[in-house]
């Protein structure tokens, strides 16, 4: 149980990612020192928001650039780090080869990563961006689930390069993440596991599927109905805050689903109306399955996906977070409203 030295530096990757900017951001207004992960330094709009917060806090941000598929290349960043935060790794539901685009950054990222801090002096903790993508794989495993809710004893075993193929990366990730956790004794390992994050963004990127997904609730992409299909939802404050926790609480331990509750999408665009009434078309009814199982396979979603999951509820258990770390969350009512502003004063909607 080590007592993580705030003194020392935290490295954060992928550090210009949705979740991760808000990480770097928390840990800058407590007066951290953050050495930052990027692929491409020259990317000077990809990180804008991070050195305007780092000009206003009493942190300090330092830029290094690095690849998960490029093996050694975090080691200068995490040279003196006492915490390392490991977000990156692609977020992609639809992709044409995913073994190139999802499975090869996830898995061989996250060893690229963990074997380096093997071989750096000084690391006591990493702390992992799972997902609840790695504990279950399609709704329907629910039905089965000892008590009807998902926990962190489980695992995701049913998804696969052809069937879900992000579960199946950010699976293989985590289980390679505790592997090599296990042979060694310097450091140990922490997990976050949070559901569908949504929320204001720090940057105005558009190419993360969070961000995507709230837009396409605003544009009319649902507006014939909505599949019926759920997430837990979770404010991506509450999941940067998570990391935070996981990483400076001596006692933390494991995996930690994040998820303040769970909701259908058509749920979510009732949620939506009441802050915004009909000023966007967000869905107002259910999609017939019958559309989906004829037109879904032409947008991505395979029969077998529809089958499993739509139509299922979900229901996790986010007892650890608030017992261990001390999480609290905000209704999801706001999370949504909140994402929202943040589209329009960014002008993206
Ligand atoms: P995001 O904004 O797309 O961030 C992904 C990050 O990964 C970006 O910083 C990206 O770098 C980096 N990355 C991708 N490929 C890379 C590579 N080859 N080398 C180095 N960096 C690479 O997505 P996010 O939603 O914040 O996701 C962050 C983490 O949270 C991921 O591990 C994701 O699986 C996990 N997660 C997300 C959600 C969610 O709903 N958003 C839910 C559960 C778990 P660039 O900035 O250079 O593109």
């Avoid at 801090?117 to 495993?141: C, F, M, N, W």
């Avoid at 689930?145 to 998804?159: I, K, L, R």
């Avoid at 969070?210 to 992409?221: E, K, L, Y």
């Amino acid at each position: 149980m080590p007592v993580i030295d705030k003194e020392r530096p935290v490295l954060v990757t992928g550090a210009s990612g949705y979740i991760a900017s808000w990480i770097v951001r928390f840990l800058l207004e407590e007066g951290h020192v953050v050495h930052a992960t990027v692929r491409d330094k020259t990317q000077t709009e990809k990180v804008a928001h991070l050195t305007e917060i780092d000009s206003r806090e009493s942190g300090q941000l330092r830029l290094f650039e690095a690849d998960l598929l490029k093996p050694g290349s975090f080691a200068e960043a995490m040279k003196g780090c006492a915490l390392v935060i490991h977000t990156a790794s692609p977020f992609q539901l639809n992709t044409k080869d995913p073994q190139r685009s999802l499975i090869d950054p996830a898995l061989k990222g996250t060893r690229n990563v963990l074997e380096t801090a093997k071989h750096t002096p000084g690391v006591q903790r990493v702390v992992l961006t799972s997902s609840v993508a790695a504990i279950y794989g399609d709704a329907i495993e629910l039905e089965s689930a000892p008590g009807q809710v998902f926990t962190e004893d489980q695992w995701n075993e049913s998804s696969s390069l052809r069937h879900q193929p992000y579960s199946y990366s950010k699976t293989v990730a985590e289980r390679e993440a505790w592997k090599i956790a296990g042979t060694q004794s310097e450091w140990d390992l922490v997990t976050i596991n949070p559901g569908f994050v949504m929320g204001p963004s720090l940057s105005q990127r558009t190419d993360g599927t969070s961000t995507q997904f709230m837009q396409s609730m605003a544009n009319g992409q649902f507006k014939a109905g909505a599949p019926d299909l759920y997430f837990g939802v979770v404010d991506v404050r509450e999941v940067a805050r998570a990391h935070l926790l996981a990483g400076f609480i001596s006692e933390a331990e494991g995996r930690h689903i994040l998820s303040a509750s769970e909701h259908s999408i058509l749920e979510m665009s009732h949620m939506l109306r009441e802050s915004y009434g009909d000023k966007y078309p967000f869905p107002k009814k259910l999609l017939p399955n019958i559309f989906l199982y004829l037109f879904g396979p032409f947008q991505g979603f395979s029969w077998n996906f529809l089958r499993r999951n739509l139509g299922y509820p979900l229901r996790f258990n986010n007892r650890k977070s608030r017992a261990k770390l001390g999480l609290k969350y905000r209704p999801v009512a706001e999370t949504l409203r909140e994402h929202i502003l943040q589209l329009e004063k960014d002008g993206l909607l």
